[in-house]
């Protein structure tokens, strides 16, 4: 049964300190997806990835997020250094889209989630 | 700015009923719209799509419908069991079945059946 994992699945830290999330997308999906959901905005877009490179990452406080995908089964989502609003549950999504002549359905798959407290 | 709007938090509907969740959109480049169902400490999962050339798709109990004119689509379940009690987000993507876009969610209904 394919499925989209994501570690940690609980991350409680103090402020100031680094938090490091990863996620192995389904094999054979192109496009990997960083979301945030909070209370407040619900959904949001962090960044994504597309055949490992990246293609948006204006959702993201730059200064202090960054996401990398060194290789097609491994994407990471680095917060350095943690702020208390940083609080969230944070989902990895992987698709296989834009590729010609492939079948699409078009959806994502989400992993369960990362739920990070910065204290 | 939402672009994705579901105005609904909450809705308790009775088992057996009909469950109506709505979801407005602003872009009308949109023209792939999905919705993903959410359980506690779970990830969201895939329910049922609809392209923007189609008014209507349904799967068994669930039927989505496409509003175009007044950017609006909905979702309907029917009958509603108790199992359906979940988070519902609405999303919408510009790249069709070909996702060259991402999905830009709803901030979710929470869907309460009652037995």
């Known amino acids: 049964d394919a499925r989209v994992t994501q570690t940690p699945r609980h991350k409680v830290t103090e402020m100031g300190q680094e938090v490091t999330m990863r996620c192995q997308p389904i094999?054979?999906?192109?496009?990997v997806f960083w979301y945030r959901q909070t209370m407040m905005q619900g959904l949001e877009l962090l960044a994504y990835f597309r055949n490992r490179a990246p293609l948006d990452d204006s959702g993201m406080p730059k200064d202090r997020f960054s996401a990398e995908m060194p290789d097609a089964t491994l994407a990471t989502l680095k917060i350095q250094p943690s702020e208390p609003r940083d609080s969230a549950v944070y989902f990895c999504?992987?698709?296989?889209?834009?590729?010609?002549?492939?079948?699409?359905?078009?959806?994502?798959?989400f992993g369960e989630g990362s739920r990070l407290t910065v204290l | 700015d939402q672009q994705v709007k579901q105005n609904s938090p909450s809705l308790s509907v009775q088992e057996g009923r009909i469950s109506i969740l709505n979801c407005d959109y602003t872009?009308?480049?949109?023209?792939?719209f999905l919705w993903y169902k959410k359980y506690p400490a779970e990830g969201p999962t895939f329910l049922i799509s609809?392209?923007?050339?189609?008014d209507k798709n349904e799967d068994g109990r669930f039927t989505v419908f496409l509003n175009k004119s007044a950017k609006h689509l909905s979702l309907h379940i029917v009958p509603s069991q108790p199992g359906d009690s979940a988070v519902y987000f609405c999303a919408a993507s510009a790249g069709g079945l070909r996702g060259n876009t991402p999905l830009v969610f709803g901030k979710g209904t929470r869907l309460s059946v009652i037995a």
């Open positions: 094999l054979g999906h192109n496009t």
């Open positions: 609809i392209s923007s050339i189609k």
């Open positions: 999504a992987s698709g296989r889209v834009g590729r010609p002549g492939l079948p699409n359905t078009g959806e994502l798959f």
């Open positions: 872009n009308s480049m949109f023209d792939y």
